[in-house]
């Protein structure tokens, strides 16, 4: 019981970490404001390929589903409905991570400068290391990919008989909640020189943390108009989850890094 109380505070101590995140909207509102243009931009896109997805789905559910056109009513605009719910959480959790992917990599000039302030306002020395365009354009293809396998897997889940139709929004929260805390938290620790591989067993220990994170993130993306204005917060609160992450990391007796002042 102990042990599962304290995965539950360390889930919502990740929940926290956005909700600092969000400060940042009193602390730093002109960078914050800034973190709003590529955000919108990218979610005029994706908001339009949803509506597209949704008008497009009837004809899509019958094309999949002809073996169920001699079948008795109402049982196949059951399976159809049912499919098309399967086929639309799976191109939700797509669409969130591709909306963080290429949003981090258009915006990335304006992200930058809030990871920046968040450090600043952590403490101690601020890395300078240049991840450069086309690393960032890298990672955006990268996430993308593991979108499109959690959107499968999504797709899948929601075949289960019985709790398919609660399995695949559950696990399709899940599964791109903890892709955008990875891919958000990531700019802390490669401004530093620190590999995926090490960046990865470093946050293995906060696995709850880094779960709270994402999930919350992924529930705001999920309101209209949520992922345009949480985004900036997400970049400040992960930035704040990967130096927790981090700081936990350093050798005992490691000096604690001094308040660097303000820009």
């Not at 049912?82 to 992200?111: E, H, Q, S």
């Not at 959690?150 to 797709?155: K, Q, S």
Request: aromatic share 8%; glycine share 12%.
């Amino acid at each position: 019981m102990t042990r599962v109380t304290g995965v539950i505070g360390r889930f919502f101590t990740g929940v926290g970490m956005l909700l600092r995140g969000f400060g940042f909207w009193a602390k730093r509102p002109a960078i914050m404001l800034l973190g709003l243009i590529p955000a919108a931009i990218v979610f005029v896109v994706i908001v339009g390929a949803l509506v597209a997805l949704g008008f497009s789905m009837p004809t899509l559910t019958d094309w999949l589903t002809p073996f169920a056109d001699d079948w008795a009513d109402p049982w196949p605009d059951v399976l159809r409905a049912a499919v098309g719910a399967i086929l639309f959480a799976a191109a939700i959790v797509l669409a969130a991570v591709t909306f963080t992917a290429l949003t981090l990599a258009v915006g990335d000039p304006f992200y930058e400068r809030i990871w920046h302030a968040v450090e600043l306002e952590v403490g101690g020395a601020v890395p300078e290391h240049d991840l450069g365009f086309w690393r960032s354009v890298r990672d955006s293809l990268k996430l993308i990919g593991l979108g499109f396998l959690a959107a499968i897997g999504v797709a899948l889940s929601g075949l289960v008989p019985v709790v398919g139709a609660v399995l695949a929004p559950t696990l399709g929260v899940i599964l791109s909640g903890r892709l955008l805390a990875m891919e958000l938290s990531s700019r802390a620790f490669e401004a530093r020189g620190i590999d995926g591989a090490t960046r990865r067993a470093i946050l293995r220990g906060h696995r709850a943390q880094v779960l709270g994170f994402g999930v919350a993130t992924q529930l705001c993306f999920m309101i209209p108009l949520g992922a345009v204005f949480a985004m900036p917060a997400a970049v400040a609160g992960a930035t704040l989850l990967a130096r927790s992450a981090l700081d936990a990391a350093a050798p005992a007796g490691t000096p604690q890094p001094t308040p660097a002042p303000r820009p």
